[in-house]
């Protein structure tokens, strides 16, 4: 399969996901101290609180819903996610996924290792968000 051609410049520059949680502090502490993504800004005023923290390298991966079916397959045994799912590359999923699940996340599955070579693991974390965390494979 072949790459489209990109735009020069960039037609986009950055991919911003927003999480609506209820426990704004929570959610920050599980993103922030527990996955260890960096804040990079804190806009929180009157009108609310609102955090920026640096995921590193982003991309959007867009499946129709055979894949998304197929994945959920591999990773958890059944089709769990919704239309959002946010996967983090992380150098040890196991590590990862026991730092997440002290600081409340569910394991849906533990790591598995995959067709395609990578370990995934799956968990629902703040927002009810279903999270990949992956290391290796392509």
Same mark, same amino acid.
Request: charge should be negative; glycine fraction near 10%.
């Given at each position: 399969?072949?790459?489209?051609?990109?735009?020069?410049?960039?037609?986009?520059?950055?991919?911003?996901?927003?999480?609506?949680?209820?426990?704004?502090?929570?959610?920050?502490?599980?993103?922030?101290?527990?996955?260890?993504?960096?804040?990079?800004?804190?806009?929180?005023?009157?009108?609310?609180?609102?955090?920026?923290?640096?995921?590193?390298?982003?991309?959007? =991966? +867009?499946? #129709?819903?055979?894949? !998304?079916?197929?994945?959920?397959?591999?990773?958890?045994?059944?089709? $769990? @996610?919704? *239309?959002?799912?946010?996967?983090? =590359? +992380?150098? #040890?999923?196991?590590? !990862?996924?026991?730092?997440?699940?002290?600081?409340?996340?569910?394991? $849906? @599955?533990? *790591?598995?290792?995959?067709?395609?070579?990578?370990?995934?693991?799956?968990?629902?974390?703040?927002?009810?968000?279903?999270?990949?965390?992956?290391?290796?494979?392509?």
């Amino acid at each position: 399969m072949s790459t489209p051609p990109t735009a020069d410049p960039p037609a986009v520059t950055e991919l911003r996901l927003v999480v609506t949680a209820d426990d704004h502090a929570a959610a920050v502490a599980f993103f922030r101290d527990a996955l260890g993504l960096p804040q990079v800004a804190d806009f929180s005023g009157d009108q609310g609180n609102v955090v920026l923290l640096a995921a590193g390298r982003a991309t959007l =991966e +867009v499946a #129709d819903a055979a894949q !998304a079916a197929y994945i959920d397959e591999v990773e958890v045994g059944r089709r $769990v @996610a919704g *239309p959002l799912r946010i996967a983090f =590359e +992380v150098p #040890d999923p196991q590590a !990862a996924t026991d730092r997440l699940t002290a600081a409340g996340a569910e394991v $849906v @599955a533990p *790591p598995t290792r995959t067709p395609w070579g990578s370990l995934n693991a799956r968990l629902v974390g703040p927002g009810g968000v279903q999270l990949t965390l992956f290391a290796g494979g392509e």
